[in-house]
């Protein structure tokens, strides 16, 4: 299902929605108030910047159209930003994709010669829910007894061993929690902390889209006797 806005001067941001998932957006805040720049030349270029809701920004393949061909395509950088040059003058379309995310497009995009077209830094894709990753875990202690409120956190681990954290939940009253990410390969670590005893951790590999389970226990000492 798609839905189509169009903004003031003309500028049309369509929202796709895919039968697998219930939250495909692409948030258009910020392109009315795109700038335009002189390039110097007969032809002019769109430039812009795409953030992720999770994820790295950089490898998302930017389809541009002209009516219904395609006349380019470009990906954005480790920082998520893009240009694309070289356009005749006239009005112009967008398509934004990367696995695991939504497909965003922008349509009426108007190309003026000698201009570049600014679309700025609010352009966001959001998860897939039909191609994420999901970490699923519980935390127990050392009776097996499922542990409620217990810190877990998330992190990253880099390609230098250093980890990098960037998330984190309370377990439920059942102990349990669960992440969503990106299908990117990478690895992370789940560490789990209580009030009382010593955090425990476990690396999980992501390789795709899947469901990817993890039980933690905690050694919480007996509490003292009176």
Sequence with gaps: MQTLFVLRGGLAVRFNKTLSSFAVAFLALGFVAAQDRSTGNSTGAIKGKVRVETGNP??????????DSEVGRVTT????EFVTTRLQPGLYGLTFRKPGLSIGTIENIEVKAGKTRSLGDRLVLTIDEG????????????????????????????EDGSVKKIDGRITTETGTFVFRLSP?????RVTAKSAAGEPVSKDVEIDGAAVYRV?????????APK
Excluded at 215 to 223: H, R
């Design 58 to 67: 950089a490898g998302v393949t930017v389809l541009i159209r002209r009516g």
């Design 77 to 80: 950088d480790k920082n998520g």
């Design 131 to 158: 191609s994420i990753a999901f970490i699923r875990g519980s935390v127990f202690n050392g009776d097996g007894r499922s542990v409620a409120n217990a810190k877990v956190e998330l992190a990253k681990v880099q």
């Design 184 to 188: 990117e390969t990478a690895k992370y």
């Design 215 to 223: 039980a933690l226990s905690l050694v919480i000492p007996a509490p």
